[in-house]
């Protein structure tokens, strides 16, 4: 019976209901393979530079990235209508990076940090990118950290540098990696009157 049904429904003719149907979903498929190319081209770009974010959030400080990343923080990374949180963070994290070897290449040469012009450039130029990650992701706890440190370097006002510090603590209460600096940070620095 089962072989007869099968013979029966080969031989009928296309409803043009079901061709619609097909080029419907290959209508589909096409614009989801090409989101996903596009996407994936994007990606490709930053990947070296996710490689080196991991380093640097394992610890890396090498005062060379900042020669290497000099070109890659100077470009315009346009950033997508849709939030791609991979490349904003990475972005963020190396943006952090430099702004710190600058301001350790500042003291290196005897300069200080808050008069010297290129560290307070990359130190805005990190603050607009973790604002970035921040309209992408407003849970991340680890970027409102960062933006309360920057924040105090930049001699924002306390009460703004305060508040990106409890946006932290409310969104990552728990996280050891981002609480036990949040705390010492908390403690040294924003304590003293």
Not at 41 to 66: I, P, T
Not at 121 to 145: E, H, I, N
Not at 156 to 166: G, I, V
Request: with cysteine.
């Amino acid at each position: 019976m089962g072989t007869t049904l099968a013979i029966i429904t080969v031989g009928m003719p296309t409803n043009d209901i079901i061709v619609i149907h097909k080029l419907l979903f290959l209508t589909i498929w096409l614009l989801v393979l090409t989101i996903s190319a596009s996407t994936f081209a994007r990606n490709q770009q930053h990947a070296d530079y996710a490689y080196l974010a991991e380093d640097v959030r394992s610890g890396r400080f090498v005062f060379d990235d900042l020669g290497r990343l000099a070109p890659y923080m100077n470009t315009n990374h346009s950033l997508p209508e849709t939030c791609n949180y991979q490349t904003r963070k990475t972005v963020a994290v190396l943006a952090l990076y430099v702004s710190d070897l600058a301001a350790q290449n500042a003291k290196a040469n005897g300069r200080d940090e808050q008069g010297d012009l290129h560290v307070q450039q990359y130190r805005a130029q990190a603050m607009s990118r973790v604002k970035d990650v921040l309209t992408c992701a407003p849970l991340d706890g680890d970027m409102w950290f960062s933006l309360s440190i920057l924040s105090f370097i930049l001699n924002l006002e306390r009460p703004q540098t305060e508040a990106f510090l409890s946006w932290s603590d409310r969104t990552a209460p728990y996280e050891t990696w981002i609480k036990k600096p949040r705390d010492f940070f908390m403690h040294s620095y924003l304590n003293q009157k």
